[in-house]
């Protein structure tokens, strides 16, 4: 389970649950971007908050 602090990089909603994850950027490898079930499901755009890549 993902920690309560961790927040979905695309909507901020707190991360916990299921359907939850948290991965480096493909881009850069340095960021943690984080996805809530609702923003996966719905392919909602992210972007890395290190180098500004954008994916779905």
């Known amino acids: 389970?993902?920690?309560p602090d961790v927040r979905c990089t695309s909507s901020?909603?707190?991360l916990?649950?299921?359907g939850t994850t948290?991965?480096?950027c493909p881009d850069c490898?340095?960021?943690t971007v984080g996805r809530c079930a609702r923003c996966r499901d719905q392919s909602v755009l992210y972007t890395?908050?290190?180098c500004g890549f954008q994916g779905p």
Request: proline share 6%.
């Open 1 to 3: 389970m993902t920690s």
């Open 12 to 14: 901020g909603v707190a």
């Open 16 to 18: 916990g649950g299921r």
């Open 22 to 24: 948290t991965f480096l």
């Open 29 to 31: 490898g340095i960021a």
């Open 48 to 50: 890395c908050p290190k």
